[in-house]
Nanobody, 125 residues
Framework: QVQLMESGGGSEQSGGSHRLSCVAS????????MAWFRQAPGKEREGVAA????????IYAQSAKGRFTVGQENAKNTLYLQMTDLKPEDTAMYYC??????????????????WGQGTQVTISS
């Protein structure tokens, strides 16, 4: 059974740093991409960062570039998201996801990806 368990959510002041983790278990060998998504109240879900096995190079949304770092550890069973210079607009539910590929289409992630339950990050000004 596939499980993605996020942790590390909480409240933070604007300008602060925070680290999210996602522990994966039961992923099939065909999974080669892990990613972070987020959804703020009243907004659509957006991809934040992803990392693929093929080259290990991270992919970032424009909103995350220069502030967030995505990586894997523990034999790639753990995905983390190190967030710095946090802003109120970073407030959202953050989700960990895994898929066979780093899809560029949200529908592919919906239909083919594995998802965690999410962890809330709240940034106050």
């Amino acid at each position: 059974q596939v499980q993605l368990m996020e942790s590390g959510g909480g409240s933070e002041q604007s300008g602060g740093s925070h680290r999210l983790s996602c522990v994966a278990s039961g992923l099939p060998a065909s999974v080669h991409c892990m990613a972070w998504f987020r959804q703020a109240p009243g907004k659509e879900r957006e991809g934040v960062a992803a990392i693929a096995d093929s080259d290990g190079r991270p992919i970032y949304a424009q909103s995350a570039k220069g502030r967030f770092t995505v990586g894997q550890e523990n034999a790639k069973n753990t995905l983390y998201l190190q967030m710095t210079d946090l802003k109120p607009e970073d407030t959202a539910m953050y989700y960990c996801a895994a898929a066979n590929h780093c899809y560029s289409n949200d529908k592919d992630w919906d239909n083919l990806g594995y998802w965690g339950q999410g962890t809330q990050v709240t940034i106050s000004s």
